[in-house]
């Protein structure tokens, strides 16, 4: 998967629950992304780690939580007060230190609230 | 913040035909604009990329073109075929960490 593996690939969610994605990279990229992708949208930020134990909040966070406590992995926990998860989600990695490069994406988990 | 513009949303164009797809950024600052393939239920796939310090950079049938003064950033794909069908998004830098912006997408359709 190109050096960066996000799991499950289908996952569904009852209310009030919550559910914790997967993303782990072997490319040994500093910064890592959380995306998110509604049918017929664009990409938005979910949140974003330029180092480990340190991430900042993007576009739409609200709902969301994350961690990164090794630099291989940057989990998304998608938690009860996301009224909408139902979405496409995306992980993506970049050198940071390599100024303004393209990011190398995940194969995207597909989250279901049932 | 960085705001990226992208049109058309949709684009069907006949085999063999060019397609164009146009990009606008705000931040003044951005110089490195991707350009992302993404077919269906697959992750983006980076196509090309080109930074400010050049006009045009061309890989194949796909060309990609800057104007930093009006800033907007094109998509030429020449000779198209039933495979480049697909949403294609543009996207810049911005922000403290130059994360990238990515553009509403175009559903590209090729028709045989």
Known sequence: DGGITQSPKYLFRKEGQNVTLSCEQNLNHDAM???????????????????????????????YSVSREKKESFPLTVTSAQKNPTAFYLCASREYTVSDYGYTFGSGTRLTVV | GENVEQHPSTLSVQEGDSAVIKCTYSDSASNYFPWYKQELGKRPQLIIDIRSNVGEKKDQRIAVTLNKTAKHFSLHITETQPEDSAVYFCAAPGGSARQLTFGSGTQLTVLP
């Not at chain 1, 992304?33 to 609200?62: C, H, M, T």
Request: aromatic share 20%; glycine share 12%; hydrophobic share 30%.
């Open chain 1, 33 to 63: 992304y959380w995306y998110r992708q509604d049918p017929g949208q664009g990409l938005r930020l979910i949140y974003y780690s330029q180092i480990v134990n340190d991430f900042q909040k993007g576009d739409i966070a609200e709902g």
